[in-house]
Structure formats: structure tokens, C-alpha cells
């Protein structure tokens, strides 16, 4: 089974993010991947493109992973309402 890594930071007003501003993020990720792995990532994706209602859904997402012992999942209302559309 691949398994693929993922990060959030933030959050940070839009404007004060320079042009370019993923980048010195990205090259970080992808070193350290290297240095683990001793081999280059497929694919490194980043980018400040994600405002708070698409990070809440995400967050929901991956907790929707997560179904504790009784069965029932934990995800918010409003996701579980844009996911029966």
C-alpha cells in the first residue's frame, strides 16, 4: 500500500504572503524526503491556495478515517451535509 504525507501550516493572512512563498516550504520537504528515503518524491505538491472552509473540510475528512468502536463517525454536520449532495 502507498502511503502519501501530508502537512498543513498556517494560518496566515493572504497578503503577506509573497510571491513564490511555497517554495522554500517545498524544498525542505522534498530534502528531508531524500535524506529518508534515499530516493526523489513522485510528486511534492504545495501551495497557499486553501482558506478556513476548505481546511475545516479537510480536517473532517481525515477524521471521517477515524470510526471509533461503536460505529459512529466523528465528522461535523455541515461536512456530512456537503458530502450527501
Not at 481546511?55 to 461536512?79: C, P, W
Amino acid at each position: 500500500m502507498k502511503s502519501y504525507w501530508s502537512c498543513f501550516i498556517g494560518p496566515v493572512e493572504a497578503d503577506k504572503i509573497p510571491s513564490g512563498g511555497d517554495f522554500p516550504f517545498r524544498m525542505v520537504v522534498k530534502n528531508a524526503y531524500y535524506n529518508l528515503f534515499q530516493e526523489s518524491a513522485d510528486i511534492c505538491s504545495s501551495g497557499w491556495g486553501i482558506d478556513q472552509e476548505f481546511f475545516d473540510l479537510v480536517q473532517d475528512l481525515y477524521i471521517l478515517k477515524t470510526i471509533n468502536k461503536e460505529g459512529f463517525k466523528t465528522i461535523s454536520l455541515e461536512t456530512e451535509k456537503l458530502m450527501n449532495h
